[in-house]
């Protein structure tokens, strides 16, 4: 073997590994759910705690926004809200928007003055799903799972009737990477084939 395609195939392998290294994968991860848990019972002018369980592998980055009922409110300092590590508090709308990586509990706090558990309603977005459409949006967005709501509804976003149409194509680029590479190699050793013959 000449030195020639010794360098190739090592070339083509160390292509190989780069692409199914962990860090080439990382971006593998799938948040599948997020489902809320409201307390049963709620007692009016106590600080209340509601849980966020985020269902997922990791590593995954998601977008989560709620919206909690009228009667509610969020408590006046930031540092009572929540210990998450991202989050934002619309207290005027009454909307709270988490930023969660790789973390499978969420819990925000807020304050009833009525006593009553129902009407929260939340959406989520998986963050790291990546697609061609230009022009997704509210439609990747998924109702947050309330086990205690008596209906869920399904729609596709915050305020979208339309359903996604978009499909997850995971490894695709890894595979044409890949496939370019070997074209290219190809190419290369083709063209450089014949100048030491006599």
């Known amino acids: ?7 190739i195939c090592a070339i083509l392998l160390l292509a190989i590994g780069l692409l199914s290294s962990p860090v080439c994968l990382a971006a593998d991860g799938e948040v599948t759910d997020v489902e809320r848990h409201v307390p049963e019972t709620i007692s009016a002018g106590e600080l209340t705690e509601i849980k966020l369980d985020i269902t997922g592998e990791k590593p995954f980055v998601a977008g989560v926004v709620e919206t909690i009922p009228p009667g509610f409110t969020f408590p006046n300092n930031d540092e009572d809200i929540s210990d998450a590590g991202y989050f934002k508090v ?5 909307k709270i928007a988490f930023n ?8 925000y706090n807020v304050i009833s003055s009525e006593g009553d558990s129902g009407g929260f309603e939340g959406y989520w977005v998986d963050m790291l799903f990546q697609t061609q459409e230009l022009n997704e949006g509210k439609e990747r967005w998924t109702p947050v799972t309330d086990p205690n709501a008596a209906a869920n509804t399904h729609s596709s976003g915050p ?5 996604s149409t978009t499909s997850q194509t995971p490894g695709f680029g890894t595979f044409l990477t890949l496939m370019s590479l070997v074209a290219g190699l190809f190419v290369f050793g083709k063209r450089n084939s014949g100048g030491d013959h006599e």
């Open 90 to 94: 619309d207290r005027d709308a009454g």
């Open 1 to 7: 073997m000449n030195i020639k395609k010794i360098t």
């Open 100 to 107: 969660v990586i790789d973390e499978n509990e969420i819990v």
């Open 159 to 163: 305020s979208s009737d339309t359903e």
